[in-house]
């Protein structure tokens, strides 16, 4: 295994829809892969990147997922998490300038 990446969720253990957990870990999990992937395709580079599940922590939840991408799992890792934290940064993606100012920060 080349690299690790966490995703935690907290969560209400009152919530009247737990599936609804599970079903934003997918998402998230879904979103990494897919922006891996895309890194890697934006840097020209003949690389897989694929996720496997390694471990599971109770308490929230929180997935632990190994990368596998010939050598450039950490530096995919590495980028998609500073994307994840600039999208926090933002409120709105309301405009094309918006989106273009991120995707130069990006770069």
Do not use: C, H, W
Not at 37 to 49: H, I, Q
Not at 73 to 84: A, D, E, K, T, Y
Request: proline share 1%; charged share 30%.
């Amino acid at each position: 295994m080349e690299s690790q990446i966490s995703i935690k969720i907290d969560y209400n253990s009152d919530r009247k829809n737990p599936e609804d957990i599970f079903s934003a870990m997918a998402l998230y999990i879904s979103a990494q892969k897919k922006y891996g992937n895309l890194l890697a395709d934006s840097l020209d580079l003949d690389v897989k990147y694929e996720l496997i599940l390694s471990d599971i922590e109770k308490g929230s939840i929180k997935s632990v997922l190994n990368s596998i991408a010939n050598g450039l799992g950490q530096f995919i890792n590495v980028q998609s998490m500073r994307l994840i934290n600039d999208l926090i940064d933002i409120n709105e993606l309301d405009s094309t300038e918006k989106i273009e100012e991120l995707i130069e920060f990006q770069e």
